[in-house]
């Protein structure tokens, strides 16, 4: 019979301790931070949930591999483990380690980009936006109406529009068309997955096109996860098999592995086309390192080909996904306002649902982030105004499309009792609603401004 407890298929061998902290001590830490949770110290945080990426737990698997790292400057064994593991699973000849996922964005866009091109994305991640740019490229995002209601249960939100993609590839023109990127998982839109018939989609029109078909895939097996129980057809199929047929639709992959490698640092891109990867080489050599290692240890090769493979272990994902929707599904019970259904790394709490009476010109994402702190001592993200809003030339107030707060869940680190915790901490935060108060940017920088800006609550 099968139990509804679902347990971690790990039991733990090194631990890392939490320093327990009093509200009173986190109310002097948040102000010395300026209310800007990136400002905290980690040993001030009791449940650090800012992000997924870089900071999950490896296996014994992965540090016994450690020791195998070969670090020879070129043609490096630990490489050749790497690149095997990486072309076995994408089927792409040409592979490229990078130190992470922004370091591949950076030379494959540098070299497609430039003025008057365009990017087509069901959601660029912003390093990614941010790499287009900066060549003066342009980076447009079609994510499928669906995604924008956040109460709207739909089992692939993370979605490109097909529609969309065809009438701006016409408009445009295909020869200014630099790339097509399908992000899998949709981080910005939610972490919501993408369905191998959009990936099929976007593949014809690409094809018919003549375009380049690139996949993000930093979280490429917890979308195989979704394919494997929502889409019809792919219920006899395996993960590490689904992810296979994804990639064998598109031109090339970039990839974090800083997520589902399940490393702490690292990168690399995969490519069919030879004489683009040529070009890419030589940017590579210039400024990430030699090919064969490109900006990493032996050791952190040895650890992305562990990590690569245990990645698609059907009891890990199931606890993955699972454990990620246990702590959704019981807030959305408790009354937190949640984007439904709930993804496969974060769970993001709709701020401007929680606290209607802050207006987005006073942050309530940035506000519930706080909270989170302050009550729980939970690092959490604002994705809302602060990082997405602006002032326009009249110097008027564009709010960002949604007030979210993202709880990313490193893989593998907190127990269950971990997320009790936060459950129990969101309950009280619930109770406290229509007392909590916005804040006010008292100093920000020019870009980025939600690492640095400084808040004073109003
Ligand atoms: N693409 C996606 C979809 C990502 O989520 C990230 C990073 C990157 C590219 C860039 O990779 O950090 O290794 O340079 N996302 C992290 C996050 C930072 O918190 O979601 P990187």
Same mark, same amino acid.
């Given at each position: 019979?099968?139990?509804?407890?679902?347990?971690?298929?790990?039991?733990?061998?090194?631990?890392?301790?939490?320093?327990?902290?009093?509200?009173?001590?986190?109310?002097?830490?948040?102000?010395?931070?300026?209310?800007?949770?990136?400002?905290?110290?980690?040993?001030?945080?009791?449940?650090?949930?800012?992000?997924?990426?870089?900071?999950?737990?490896?296996?014994?698997?992965?540090?016994?591999?450690?020791?195998?790292?070969?670090?020879?400057?070129?043609?490096?064994?630990?490489?050749?483990?790497?690149?095997?593991?990486?072309? @076995?699973?994408? $089927? *792409?000849?040409? !592979?490229?380690?990078?130190?992470?996922?922004? #370091?591949?964005?950076? +030379?494959?866009?540098? &070299?497609?980009?430039?003025?008057?091109?365009?990017?087509?994305?069901?959601?660029?991640?912003?390093?990614?936006?941010?790499?287009?740019?900066?060549?003066?490229?342009?980076?447009?995002?079609?994510?499928?109406?669906?995604?924008?209601?956040?109460?709207?249960?739909?089992?692939?939100?993370?979605?490109?529009?097909?529609?969309?993609?065809?009438?701006?590839?016409?408009?445009?023109?295909?020869?200014?068309?630099?790339?097509?990127?399908?992000?899998?998982?949709?981080?910005?839109?939610?972490?919501?997955?993408?369905?191998?018939?959009?990936?099929?989609?976007?593949?014809?029109?690409?094809?018919?096109?003549?375009?380049?078909?690139?996949?993000?895939?930093?979280?490429?097996?917890?979308?195989?996860?979704?394919?494997?129980?929502?889409?019809?057809?792919? @219920?006899?199929? $395996? *993960?590490?098999? !689904?992810?296979?047929?994804?990639?064998?639709? #598109?031109?090339?992959? +970039?990839?974090?592995? &800083?997520?589902?490698?399940?490393?702490?640092?690292?990168?690399?891109?995969?490519?069919?086309?030879?004489?683009?990867?040529?070009?890419?080489?030589?940017?590579?050599?210039?400024?990430?390192?030699?090919?064969?290692?490109?900006?990493?240890?032996?050791?952190?090769?040895?650890?992305?080909?562990?990590?690569?493979?245990?990645?698609?272990?059907?009891?890990?994902?199931?606890?993955?996904?699972?454990?990620?929707?246990?702590?959704?599904?019981?807030?959305?019970?408790?009354?937190?306002?949640?984007?439904?259904?709930?993804?496969?790394?974060?769970?993001?709490?709709?701020?401007?649902?929680?606290?209607?009476?802050?207006?987005?010109?006073?942050?309530?994402?940035?506000?519930?982030?706080?909270?989170?702190?302050?009550?729980?001592?939970?690092?959490?993200? @604002?994705?809302?105004?602060?990082?997405?809003?602006?002032?326009?030339?009249?110097?008027?107030?564009?709010?960002?499309?949604?007030?979210?707060?993202?709880?990313?869940?490193?893989?593998?680190?907190?127990?269950?009792?971990?997320?009790?915790?936060?459950?129990?901490?969101?309950?009280?935060?619930?109770?406290?609603?229509?007392?909590?108060?916005?804040?006010?940017?008292?100093?920000?920088?020019?870009?980025?401004?939600?690492?640095?800006?400084?808040?004073?609550?109003?």
């Amino acid at each position: 019979m099968a139990f509804k407890t679902i347990i971690e298929p790990f039991k733990i061998k090194v631990i890392e301790p939490i320093k327990i902290t009093t509200e009173e001590e986190r109310q002097g830490y948040l102000k010395e931070a300026h209310y800007n949770l990136f400002g905290l110290k980690s040993e001030q945080v009791l449940i650090d949930f800012l992000t997924d990426s870089g900071t999950s737990a490896m296996s014994d698997n992965q540090w016994a591999s450690l020791m195998l790292g070969d670090e020879s400057y070129a043609g490096s064994k630990s490489w050749g483990r790497m690149r095997n593991t990486i072309h @076995e699973l994408t $089927g *792409y000849p040409h !592979i490229f380690p990078t130190h992470q996922g922004r #370091a591949a964005e950076r +030379i494959v866009y540098g &070299k497609l980009g430039g003025k008057g091109k365009v990017f087509i994305s069901n959601t660029h991640f912003d390093t990614t936006r941010a790499n287009i740019e900066v060549t003066g490229a342009e980076a447009i995002d079609i994510p499928i109406p669906e995604s924008k209601d956040t109460a709207l249960v739909y089992p692939f939100k993370g979605n490109m529009d097909i529609g969309k993609l065809e009438e701006l590839v016409k408009k445009h023109g295909k020869e200014n068309i630099g790339a097509v990127i399908l992000t899998v998982t949709n981080n910005s839109s939610g972490g919501q997955p993408v369905s191998m018939e959009n990936a099929v989609s976007v593949g014809k029109i690409c094809r018919n096109y003549g375009l380049l078909y690139l996949i993000d895939c930093c979280r490429i097996a917890e979308n195989a996860y979704f394919i494997k129980h929502r889409e019809p057809g792919y @219920e006899n199929m $395996g *993960y590490y098999e !689904i992810a296979q047929k994804m990639f064998s639709l #598109a031109d090339g992959c +970039i990839m974090s592995a &800083k997520k589902d490698a399940i490393v702490n640092m690292g990168g690399f891109f995969a490519l069919k086309d030879k004489d683009f990867a040529d070009s890419c080489r030589e940017t590579l050599i210039i400024t990430e390192g030699y090919i064969t290692y490109g900006g990493l240890s032996g050791r952190d090769m040895e650890t992305i080909a562990t990590g690569l493979q245990e990645v698609f272990d059907p009891d890990y994902l199931h606890y993955r996904i699972r454990s990620t929707a246990y702590l959704g599904n019981k807030l959305h019970e408790v009354g937190v306002p949640v984007m439904l259904p709930i993804g496969g790394h974060a769970v993001y709490v709709d701020a401007k649902k929680m606290y209607p009476n802050i207006p987005a010109e006073e942050y309530p994402g940035q506000a519930l982030a706080c909270e989170l702190y302050l009550k729980g001592g939970i690092r959490s993200c @604002e994705i809302g105004s602060v990082m997405m809003g602006h002032r326009d030339a009249s110097g008027c107030f564009i709010a960002a499309p949604m007030e979210l707060v993202r709880l990313a869940i490193p893989r593998r680190v907190y127990t269950q009792s971990h997320i009790e915790y936060v459950i129990e901490v969101f309950e009280k935060l619930k109770e406290d609603c229509g007392s909590v108060k916005g804040l006010k940017i008292i100093e920000e920088p020019r870009f980025l401004r939600h690492f640095t800006a400084k808040f004073e609550r109003l």
